[in-house]
C-alpha cells in the first residue's frame, strides 16, 4: 500500500540573499543585459552601467567580453567587431 506525504510550509518562510545580507534590494545593481538585480560574487562595470559576468556580450558577435571590449554608440564590442565597423564622422 503506498503512502501520501503531504509537504507543509515551514515555520520561517525562506530568506533570499539580499534579506540575508541586510541590503535593500533597491541597493543591488541591475544588470544591463538581462536587468535583473546582480547577486553574483563578481559584478562588471562597463559604459557606467553594471553587468554580469554572463550578459556582457558584444553587440554583434554576442561573444562573451571577459578580458577586454570596446565601444562606439553605448553598445560594447568585442576587438575584431570594433574595428570592423563603419566609423563616421
Known amino acids: 500500500m503506498m503512502q501520501s506525504a503531504a ?7 525562506v530568506k533570499g540573499v539580499p534579506e540575508i545580507l541586510g541590503v535593500p534590494m533597491q541597493q543591488i545593481p541591475q544588470c544591463a543585459g538581462c536587468s535583473q538585480h546582480i547577486l553574483d560574487k ?6 557606467d552601467r553594471h ?20 565601444s562606439r554608440a553605448g553598445n ?13 564622422c
Do not use: M, N, R
Not at 563578481?42 to 559604459?47: A, D, P, R
Not at 575584431?80 to 563603419?86: A, P, R
Open 51 to 70: 553587468w554580469h559576468s554572463k550578459c556582457l556580450k558584444c553587440a554583434d558577435c554576442q561573444a562573451l567580453l571577459a578580458d577586454k571590449c570596446f
Open 76 to 88: 560594447v564590442y568585442c576587438k575584431e567587431d570594433f574595428f570592423k565597423g563603419d566609423f563616421c
Open 7 to 13: 509537504v507543509l510550509p515551514t515555520e520561517s518562510p
Open 42 to 47: 563578481f559584478i562588471l562595470k562597463v559604459l
